[in-house]
């Protein structure tokens, strides 16, 4: 079930009698981490309530096509774009038979047209109606066009007091069904925690130590493992860039700050990136008020910063960890080095003495280092980059 986990489900209910289990499948599904939207024919309607569902998922709930003031908030084509699974549960034989018709007279069926997000049916219905010919020529036809995925029905008592097939399938193994469709992904069900970005380290109330890091490294990574199916917490120093998609952020400045956000996740995370540009030093003292001048030179001590990566691979519990070197000069013998010393499972090196790569750049030249290998990565996109490192990562896990 964790690989429900940010997973975003449409449900779509369709009248019948088991309607009235779709509100235990939200709370499975919502259980289980994923974000839910429901969409409601008006047949649903009658047999459980929108707000029911409504508190259930925490979404408003959808039911019209041509209501200005949906299509103001999330209109059709968003849903069907935001969707990563469609799910009908419980799909009514005249759903059905509107879906083999390729129908987008309501809202459930034109999403179900409009996006390209894979599609499950949960049929639901009485036994004589599931075995018609006509029924079943509709399944048939909508496997072979869409390649739907039908789950179920299953065959028992039945709410009309009829035996056969036509049972939905229950709301838990529905979800259990579900989460299985996520498993292909190569980061499914991991939590991989990324540092990215400068620290920023005081000096007084108004200035600071820091470097030139842009983040866009660390944030291309946590995209990239976002979309393998990961789980990813970003520990981010001062950047000026959005968080990606799905991603949970938390905002630090200084180095103790990041290591402290990087412990208190750590007892959950698979993956460890550390894609920061940590301060070595700061301040032995931080001056609680600004820093007046007076003589032509002056002394500020400063103290070692914890090396987070290292406290990193030497907890009980060590994630795979993974660290950068970036260097100017000897650039694969330092990151060995590193690789060593810090008990890494694995080290990017990247030479940040060509200013048009690297550093705040869009671009980036790696070369990915484990124990027994080492393999360049020329010029290309941070983002490209991020990909291939997140493949090689998931590769080794
Ligand atoms: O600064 P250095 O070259 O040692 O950095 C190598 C790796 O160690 C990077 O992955 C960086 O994020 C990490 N690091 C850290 N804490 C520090 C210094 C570096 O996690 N204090």
């Avoid at 009235?20 to 008006?42: F, I």
């Avoid at 993956?271 to 030093?281: E, T």
């Avoid at 060590?318 to 694969?332: I, R, S, Y």
Wanted: net charge negative.
């Amino acid at each position: 079930m964790h690989r429900l986990r940010n997973k975003r489900i449409l449900l779509g209910i369709t009248g019948g009698i088991a309607a009235y289990k779709s509100a235990e499948l939200v709370r499975a599904l919502s259980g289980a981490g994923s974000q839910v939207r429901v969409v409601m024919t008006a047949g649903a309607q009658e047999f459980i309530t929108p707000l029911t569902l409504q508190a259930l998922s925490a979404n408003p709930v959808h039911h019209s096509l041509l209501d200005p003031e949906a299509e103001a908030g999330m209109g059709h084509i968003e849903l069907a774009k935001w969707a990563d699974y469609i799910l009908i549960a419980p799909a009514s034989a005249n759903f059905i038979s509107r879906l083999a018709a390729g129908a987008a007279d309501d809202l459930l069926t034109t999403l179900c047209l409009a996006s390209v997000a894979p599609l499950a049916i949960a049929p639901a219905m009485n036994q004589a109606m599931w075995l018609d010919p006509a029924t079943q020529a509709n399944i048939e036809k909508i496997q072979r066009l869409k390649a739907i995925q039908i789950w179920g029905p299953d065959a028992g008592q039945q709410a009309c007091g009829d035996v056969g097939p036509g049972r939905m399938i229950e709301p838990l193994a529905l979800a259990q069904t579900l989460a299985q469709q996520f498993e292909n992904q190569s980061l499914s069900g991991k939590t991989v925690m990324i540092t990215a970005g400068p620290t920023r380290e005081a000096l007084d109330p108004v200035r600071y130590i820091s470097n030139h890091s842009s983040g866009k490294m660390g944030f291309a990574l946590a995209t990239a493992a976002m979309e393998a199916g990961a789980h990813v917490i970003l520990i981010a120093g001062p950047v000026n860039l959005a968080t990606p998609d799905r991603v949970d952020r938390v905002n630090i400045a200084s180095a103790q700050q990041m290591l402290d956000a990087v412990q208190q996740h750590l007892p959950q995370c698979d993956v460890f990136i550390g894609a920061a540009a940590v301060a070595d030093y700061r301040a032995a003292d931080v001056a609680t008020q600004k820093i007046k001048k007076h003589d032509d030179d002056m002394c500020i001590r400063l103290v070692k910063n914890p090396d987070i990566i290292a406290t990193v691979a030497a907890s009980a519990d060590k994630p795979f960890t993974v660290g950068f070197a970036a260097e100017t000069q000897d650039v694969l013998a330092y990151a060995r080095g590193k690789l060593v010393k810090k008990n890494l499972d694995m080290i990017i090196a990247n030479d940040v003495s060509n200013p048009e790569i690297g550093f705040n750049s869009e671009d980036n030249a790696i070369i990915i280092i484990d124990a027994a290998s080492q393999t360049p990565f020329p010029r290309a996109t941070k983002y490209y980059l991020a990909q291939q490192i997140i493949n090689t990562i998931s590769n080794k896990l």
